[in-house]
């Protein structure tokens, strides 16, 4: 479980907050979406859990230890991370260096790497185009390379942010099947950031960030239902619950379920 | 023209020569670069060229594709030619043209030393054919292992070449889109004077730089979270594995390199 | 300005081992104020034929017609400049293409390069940025200070400024969020009524092409395989499917519903229209 405790942070003294007393939690193996637009926050957030920013007010929790300087660098191993340019997180040569870098800086003895590395590619189906250069792939297929990297070194948490956002809808397609059978299997944590309602469907619970806030939070239903917060985040509900707003009693449900009512 | 450039290129297979250590391969190049300079007649030369036609066939490289490749340096090979052919001297005269003359050892010392140099071009392309720039790098950066002792920064140099070597189609990539969308801005690249010329390139520079550093920025971030701190504590994915198929061809390679030492003249 | 693709073959690396075929012998013609689509899927050749209606490829076989000016296989770059000064494009991503110290020479650049004085081009640019919504106090701004939504209108008002008479718009909307994406739909479809210019838009979103085009071309490995008006063939299931297209949001409920017996005499074209129709359907089958 991590815990945040009224996280504060600004990115230079005295200007307004990019986090304002952010208060959240986040239980082992559930799937947590972020939403908010660009400057809500969302991002901030991702960077203090991953380290790349410090100097904030407020505190973490992980497993119910204090993150600090000291403890930081060792629980971060905890935590892997997919980001929103599916080519400048690429390090590798080939789709199997890449999913390796990360296992090679942790000293992973080669055999377990080779292991490992498969498992991963495995998982994202990626495990034929081993020996392919990013060159030769779609945007998609380099974010689910992207995720068997992080994948590989068998996290607590996977953080994606906005990972799904630079790639073609059936790259995204693809990305959140490979994420749904993650957490069908229940052990790695998903937070996942975006600004896309239509791709939160899958989680159990969601927060919507605005100017540095939480201004609403809950299951899915509940945030689909919180019509104020929608509005004041300018966030576009997905297409069948409009309609199911517009022309059922709004509650929400899945497409399937609105053909079946109307 | 520059899909003709056969040096520094990869063609993928399995051929014997592909599946050599990258390592045995360097160091056999190198070998051969000394070796070249037994021959000095032309059962010397005959022998490197059936040398190099035998790589060739065992590369299952086609050798037409290797000499189209060897015309792009035809013009360095005609100027090495031409120059000894009028400036070395002795032998009969074969023309006597008033204040220059060609003479027969011209001819021939000629002919030796463009030889000698497509051989030298020749074996560079055949080793990076059959070579992947990624096994280079890590038969490279193996090879300079010795030079971390007086400090040369050996992991850090190799990995920047496979980075480097990675982000080339990426780059190359965002370069035509920017040619692309900076022309249908009405851009001119081909026309005007010099300075025009020069002008006309910065549309095109500053938005590939700009892209650059955000991309080495964000890279450097991807590397830090996944545990990226240096040479220290690293172990290797790609392993290389000196087989005796890999000692063979050095062995052979000095065999050769007797043979020719022993038949000069 | 009609454009027209007489017998249009584009062959990329000829004569190499990497030749490809991107585009076969197509023949067909956007017509003047239309608003068009072109679908298919990575590697159909809508790059390519997007490319080729501006002269930024040329072809290897047969024509291009852009008014009165042809392009052929090797044509002088004078013409070329021509066709670029009547169709824009709009590149994916269009903010990378930024490089100027200010906000407003940026947007100056492309009217500049087509010939318009510097009053001219100002002119122009400052009406196209503040029909983006680019507030006057950032023209004299780096465009790299701006936000990434606003170097895409900044981007996209420096096409606008060359004022072309066709606007070619490449996965416009790619990284946006959905509000963004929605308001920069909205605009080009007003700038295509108010100011009756043709656009061909490419995308993977159906629900968009559905929405504003008039017109779609699907492409498949490089052919032609069929065009016509929107509503006739995004409401075709069977030919969606044999190009594997996804139908879009609406036309699937429709489909989905239709098999239920609920049946429309028309196509809602967004959730407004289907929901006022669903409600007579309603009173109309309450007895």
Redesign the interface.
């Given at each position: 479980m991590i815990e945040f405790e009224s996280l504060t942070y600004s990115y230079r003294s005295g200007e307004h907050r990019a986090l304002d007393h952010i208060s959240l939690s986040i239980h082992q193996g559930d799937w947590v979406s972020i939403i908010g637009?660009?400057?809500s926050g969302k991002s901030t957030l991702v960077k203090i859990l991953?380290?790349?920013l410090e100097d904030y007010e407020g505190v973490i929790r992980v497993e119910g230890t204090v993150l600090d300087d000291e403890n930081r660098a060792e629980l971060?191993?905890r935590?892997?991370?997919v980001?929103q340019?599916p080519?400048?997180?690429?390090?590798?040569?080939?789709v199997?260096?890449d999913v390796?870098?990360?296992?090679?800086?942790?000293?992973?003895?080669?055999e377990e790497?080779?292991r490992r590395?498969e498992a991963a590619l495995q998982a994202v189906n990626m495990l034929s185009y081993r020996d392919h250069?990013?060159?030769r792939l779609?945007g998609g297929q380099k974010q689910r390379v992207a995720i068997a990297?992080a994948l590989a070194?068998a996290p607590d948490v996977l953080i994606l942010d906005e990972a799904t956002?630079?790639i073609?809808?059936?790259g995204r397609r693809e990305v959140l099947d490979i994420l749904q059978k993650i957490h069908h299997e229940g052990r790695t944590t998903l937070i996942f950031i975006t600004?896309?309602?239509t791709e939160i469907e899958q989680s159990d619970h969601a927060v919507i960030m605005r100017e540095g806030r939480i201004i609403s939070e809950g299951t899915v239903e509940e945030i689909y239902q919180d019509t104020d917060a929608l509005i004041a985040s300018?966030?576009?509900l997905p297409?069948?619950i409009?309609?199911s707003k517009?022309?059922l009693d709004g509650a929400y449900m899945s497409y399937d379920e609105?053909?079946r009512r109307? | 023209m520059l899909s003709k450039m056969l040096l520094g290129r990869y063609i993928p297979g399995s051929s014997i020569i592909h599946r050599l250590d990258p390592r045995a391969k360097i160091i056999a190049v190198v070998l051969f670069m000394v070796i070249v300079f037994f021959a000095n007649h032309w059962t010397g030369y005959g022998l490197l060229i059936l040398f190099i036609l035998t790589l060739t066939k065992m590369a299952d490289l086609s050798p037409r594709f290797l000499f189209n490749g060897l015309k792009l340096i035809l013009i360095l090979l005609l100027f090495t030619f031409f120059m000894h052919l009028f400036l070395t001297k002795g032998g009969t005269v074969l023309i006597d043209g008033g204040f220059f003359t060609i003479e027969s050892e011209g001819v021939i010392t000629g002919i030796y030393i463009t030889i000698r140099l497509a051989m030298l071009v020749l074996i560079t392309t055949i080793m990076t054919l059959t070579t992947s720039p990624l096994q280079l790098t890590d038969a490279i950066e193996r090879i300079c292992r010795p030079l971390k002792a007086i400090r040369v920064p050996v992991h850090e140099i190799a990995l920047m070449m496979s980075i480097s070597l990675r982000f080339i189609p990426t780059l190359m990539d965002e370069t035509e889109k920017i040619i692309k969308a900076q022309s249908a801005r009405g851009s001119t690249f081909m026309a005007g004077s010099l300075t025009s010329r020069l002008q006309a390139l910065t549309p095109i520079f500053i938005p590939l730089f700009i892209s650059s550093f955000k991309r080495a920025e964000e890279l450097a971030i991807a590397m830090e979270v996944r545990g990226y701190q240096g040479e220290e504590g690293r172990t290797h994915y790609r392993v290389l594995n000196w087989e005796f198929k890999d000692t063979m061809v050095l062995i052979l390679m000095i065999i050769f390199g007797i043979i020719l030492w022993v038949i000069r003249q | 300005m009609n454009i027209t693709f007489k017998n249009l073959t584009s062959i990329y690396h000829e004569n190499t081992p990497f030749e490809h075929l991107a585009l076969n012998n197509i023949t067909t013609t956007f017509e003047e104020g239309l608003y068009y689509g072109i679908v298919g899927h990575t590697g159909s050749g809508k790059s390519t034929m997007i490319q080729t209606l501006n002269g930024l490829l040329l072809p290897s076989l047969g024509e291009v017609h852009a008014g009165n000016i042809v392009l052929r296989r090797k044509s002088r770059q004078r013409n070329i400049h021509q066709v670029k000064k009547h169709v824009g494009m709009v590149f994916q991503f269009p903010e990378h293409q930024l490089f100027e110290e200010t906000v407003l020479k940026d947007v100056m650049f492309g009217p500049k390069n087509m010939g318009m004085d510097q009053r001219t081009a100002e002119e122009k640019a400052r009406h196209y940025l503040h029909l983006l919504n680019i507030d006057a106090s950032l023209f004299d701004t780096s465009p790299f200070d701006l936000s990434g939504g606003q170097m895409r209108k900044v981007a996209i008002a420096g096409i606008l400024a060359m004022e072309p008479e066709v606007l070619i718009l490449d996965e416009p909307t790619a990284g946006l969020d959905p509000e963004s994406h929605i308001e920069t739909m909205e605009l080009f479809q007003n700038i295509h009524q108010d100011m009756g210019i043709t656009v061909i838009l490419v995308t993977h979103d159906m629900n968009d092409v559905f929405q504003y085009t008039d017109q779609v071309k699907i492409l498949s490995e490089g052919h032609l395989v069929k065009e016509g008006r929107t509503d006739d063939l995004l409401t075709d299931e069977v030919l969606l499917e044999r190009y594997s297209l996804e139908p879009p949001d609406i036309v699937r409920l429709v489909h989905d519903l239709e098999r239920k017996g609920i049946t429309f005499e028309q196509m809602p074209k967004n959730v407004e229209a289907f929901a006022r129709l669903y409600e007579e359907w309603r009173t109309n089958h309450a007895q």
């Open positions: 637009h660009n400057g991953m380290g790349i971060r191993k935590f892997a991370i980001f340019n080519d400048n997180q690429f390090v590798g040569a080939t199997e260096d390796a870098f990360g296992l090679e800086n942790n000293g992973v003895p080669r790497m080779v590395t250069e990013p060159s779609s990297s070194m956002s630079m073609d809808p059936e600004h896309d309602l300018r966030l576009v297409f069948h409009k309609l517009r022309l609105l053909v109307l | - | -």
